[in-house]
């Protein structure tokens, strides 16, 4: 990455301070992540709609993690560095290239789905291309495959990461432990980035763990533990960026608990009204990463309102079309179940 | 040729797909410095260094998970559980990882692992040393599933598991270990799977069985040969995929099948040989399929009158054929 221009600091319009020059990030590359941000938003608000209306039997959500995802994205290498997400990870999975054609085909349960072919829930994501890992429903296992990547990485002296995602319940799960300290036995290039939105469907943090933050239990491991403010994509984009150089410097992995917010129920089959007392909500929902950023950029003098209204216009359009085009794509044959069980051919 | 022991095959293609191909890595509890708690893996991490013959933190998901993670990225891994009585905390790594990720991929993403697991009992390991897992693997579609009787195909199955590209199951028995000697070809051999072995022909009844109860059937068999008894020997070698075709033909050929395990009776893998033959033989049949099994009981005692009362025996088994032959 080549080195920052020199700047005074505070020399955003409004006098704040410019966070994004000294981290080496471009306006446009500031401006790539806002839109990757605002175009998650808008196929999971579409997504929603589509299950609202009966046209898609589950949906599960990671808005309100945008933020978390994709500054973490940012600091990945796509096709080199690899995701072993979880089902949040929808601004992550198009941060690296997922196209949100392809999202709404999984949506559909479309035979040209790339990420199962119509066979898993949506939000299972998985692209060879970009080095995106098919995952089961459940959390914790996936963490192992992460570091076993990472080892092959290791033993074949292939500068690669691997980083897996988990919500901060996962994190109970025995699996987890064994992956975190197979890594760090092993100083393997490997990244987990939790996130960490206070509830396990309907849990509260406090009843999974009894530590007031999930990096604390990095030091258990022996590897450092890194709490970022998830809503903040700078700052995740900051931690996760030292983490890679790391990691690809043979130093080890890392933990980074990004506390961040679920705005949606844990899928379309919840809703946490049931358990969240609205105070809570209310106040969760007044932090929205999105205005955050845009707030941001707007204030370094990188985006007019009238440029913010014209990016939102561009992600709803290609969204749209996405849809339109996903809903009319045929469906597998139902013979179709019997193929790849085993190698073919 | 030398007369040598089945685990001696075990350790033969393990040695040699790793002399043959870089990708291949062996990880499980104690195989490097220890050489594995059977030795099958001695000297290996001598020969290939401790990052190809990886000693592993004591956590039976962490080893097949890594080794699922591992063949995603390019490597061949085989994953010793060091018992099968031990492999139960890997059940989900196994069932719902391995052997989907190429179903729940549309085959983007595959997992080319072989699982070695010691199974089985006589051999004083009680309760928690002992087991047999089978039923529960051969279940799970996505997953073959080997069991060797002889050093030969110890070596071959074992050579074939390797270079499979789907995720194997290789079952060894520990009393054939050591007890079982045989010849066991030099260089390259391959057993291919879904191929069942007659070990002894005969016409009055076929005995079906894997691992060591194929041995039990031959003594029984041996036995019965004195009374004028011909009974036939099938060693069944891969239970993922089935031979079917050879188990049905060597049905018609006796009217009359006895199946061995030594899991328990009910649900037990025989309990599908019997269904097979049940549905698809019984014109050719002359007596009722019959099974010969452990109790339905927790596992074998240590106590050693106690497990032979558990291990289907030789002698249980013969009674069950003279049974069968004069019905």
Partial sequence: ?????????????????DRHSKLGLSSERLLWMYRQMLLARSVDRRMWLLNRQGKAPFVVSGRGHEAAQVGAAAAMRPGVDWLVPYYRDLAFCLALGVTAADFMLSVFARASDPSSGGRQMPSHFSNVEARIVSTSSVVGPKQLHACGIAYAAQLRGLDEVAVSCIGEGGTSEGDWHEAMNFASIHR?????????????????????????????????????????????????????????????????????????????????????????????????????????FGEYLTRQGLLTPEQDSTLKDDCHEEVEEATRRAEVAPSPEPSDIHRHLFQEG | ??????????????????????????????????????????????????????????????????????????????????????????????????????????????????????????????????????????????????????????????????????????????????????????????????????????????????????????????????????????????????????????????SRALIVYEDNLTGGFGAEIAALIAEKAFADLDAPVTRVAAPDLPAMPFNPAQEAAFLPSPERIAAALRTLVAY
């Avoid at chain 1, 917010?261 to 809570?280: C, G, L």
């Fill in chain 1, 1 to 17: 990455m080549s080195a920052p221009p020199k700047e005074p600091k505070g020399t955003g319009p409004a006098g704040s301070l």
């Fill in chain 1, 188 to 292: 393997l290039p490997f990244i987990c980035l939790v996130q960490d939105n206070d509830y396990a469907i309907s849990v509260p943090r406090r009843l999974q763990m009894a530590v007031a933050d999930v990096a604390h239990r990095a030091k258990g491991y022996g590897m450092p533990g890194v709490s970022v403010d998830g809503g903040d994509v700078l700052e995740v984009y900051t931690a996760m960026r030292r983490a890679m150089e790391r990691a690809r410097s043979g130093q080890g992995p890392t933990l980074i608990a990004a506390r961040v917010a679920r705005f949606t129920s844990h899928s379309s089959d919840d809703d946490q009204r049931r358990y969240r007392p609205a105070e809570e909500l209310e106040a969760m929902l007044a932090l929205d990463p999105l205005e955050r």
């Fill in chain 2, 1 to 254: 040729m030398a007369q040598r022991t089945l685990i001696d095959g075990i350790r033969e293609a393990m040695a040699e797909e790793m002399e043959r191909d870089p990708r291949v890595f062996v990880l499980g509890e104690d195989v490097g410095r220890k050489g594995g708690v059977f030795l099958a893996t001695e000297g290996l991490q001598e020969r290939f260094g401790p990052d190809r013959v990886l000693d592993t933190p004591l956590a039976e998901a962490g080893i097949v998970g890594i080794a699922i993670g591992a063949s995603l990225n390019g490597l061949i891994p085989v994953a010793e559980i060091q018992f099968a009585d031990f492999i139960h905390p890997a059940f989900d790594q196994i069932v719902s990882e391995a052997t989907r990720m190429r179903y729940r991929s549309y085959g983007a993403y595959s997992c080319p692992i072989t699982i070695r697991v010691p199974y089985g009992g006589g051999v004083h390991g009680g309760l928690y040393h002992s087991q047999s897992i089978e039923a529960f693997y051969a279940h799970v579609p996505g997953l073959k599933v080997v069991a060797p009787s002889t050093p030969a195909d110890a070596k071959g199955l074992l050579t074939s598991a390797i270079r499979d590209p789907d995720p194997v199951m290789f079952l060894e028995h520990k009393k054939t270990y050591r007890l079982i000697k045989g010849e066991i070809p030099p260089g390259e051999h391959l057993v291919e799977f879904g191929q069942a072995a007659e070990r002894r022909s005969g016409r009055h009844a076929t005995c079906i069985a894997w691992g060591l109860m194929v041995h039990h059937c031959l003594e029984a068999a041996e036995s019965l040969a004195a009374e004028g008894l011909e009974i036939q020997v099938l060693d069944l070698r891969s239970l993922r995929p089935l031979p079917e075709a050879q188990i049905l033909e060597a049905v018609a050929s006796t």
